[in-house]
């Protein structure tokens, strides 16, 4: 079986598109905040790059927590 990588062609590693995501919708903070974030940990961003990863990674990582029934801070398995 084939599975693509959604990450594919980009230029950041899955890792820093990833916490950009979670962190914009984990903890509501601004695309402009997270590009904040990130360019004190030098990394170069725009925020309209943070907001094309959350629209387009975020319907994914949903899904994902729909799958492992994630409900606030706690977990259910099955």
């Known amino acids: 079986m084939n599975i693509k ?3 594919h062609r980009h ?6 598109i990833s916490h950009c995501v979670w962190l914009y919708y984990r903890f509501s903070l601004s695309y402009r905040d997270i590009e904040l974030m ?3 940990r030098g990394l170069d961003l ?5 907001r094309y990863w959350c629209l387009k990674f975020g319907h994914l990582y949903a899904k994902q927590m729909r ?5 606030g801070d706690t977990m259910a398995f099955g």
């Open 5 to 7: 990588n959604p990450y």
């Open 67 to 71: 799958k492992r029934k994630v409900w």
């Open 38 to 40: 990130m360019a004190e």
């Open 46 to 50: 725009t925020y309209e790059t943070i």
């Open 11 to 16: 230029r950041f590693p899955s890792e820093i």
